[in-house]
């Protein structure tokens, strides 16, 4: 192949950092979307579900998965950023000290999400039947009421 077929790209320093910088927020925007889907379906099941619950304490399972997931995934975000293994470029220094601030919060919503559709999965039934009940009556029996103090 001839040299005349190639061209020779020049890439300025600005124009990589904006790059970069572009990048890594799009995959802290992944992360935020799983955790908005995964509230959304939460709460569309509590209004879908005409019986005793188990739909929406099984609508905990999914975003529980997601969520773990997208926690891996922004994890292994944070080490690529910092540089894991001893190799930390200039160009992820600037993408870190104006991502700071969302990656915190992302990471802070991402833990809330988790533990919150754990307690839906596991208890989503009983918080469900509590909040729909028509009568003041409780249909659960004494010893969920025991372990469950809210109600």
């Known amino acids: 192949m001839s040299s005349d077929n190639f ?3 020049t890439v300025s320093k600005v124009q990589l950092k904006d790059l970069y910088f572009r990048a890594a927020f799009c ?3 992944y992360v935020a979307t799983i955790l908005f889907f995964s509230l959304s379906w939460m709460f569309f099941s509590w209004l879908q579900d005409q019986a005793d ?3 929406f304490a099984r609508s905990g399972a999914l975003p529980t998965v997601a969520t773990a997931l997208a926690s891996i995934w922004l994890a292994k975000y944070r080490e690529l950023l910092l540089g894991g293994g ?3 470029s200039l160009l992820a220094d600037d993408a870190e000290k104006k991502l700071r601030p969302y990656y915190n919060f992302i990471q802070s919503a991402t833990f809330l999400v988790l533990a919150v559709s754990t307690l839906v999965w596991g208890y989503g039934d009983l918080v469900f039947q509590r909040f729909t009940n028509d ?3 409780s249909t659960l029996s004494e010893g969920a009421l025991v372990c469950l103090p809210w109600l």
Request: glycine content about 14%; overall charge positive; aromatic content about 14%.
């Open 7 to 9: 061209e020779s790209v």
């Open 27 to 29: 995959k802290l925007n």
């Open 53 to 55: 619950g188990t739909w």
């Open 86 to 88: 001893g190799f930390r």
């Open 135 to 137: 009568s003041n009556q």
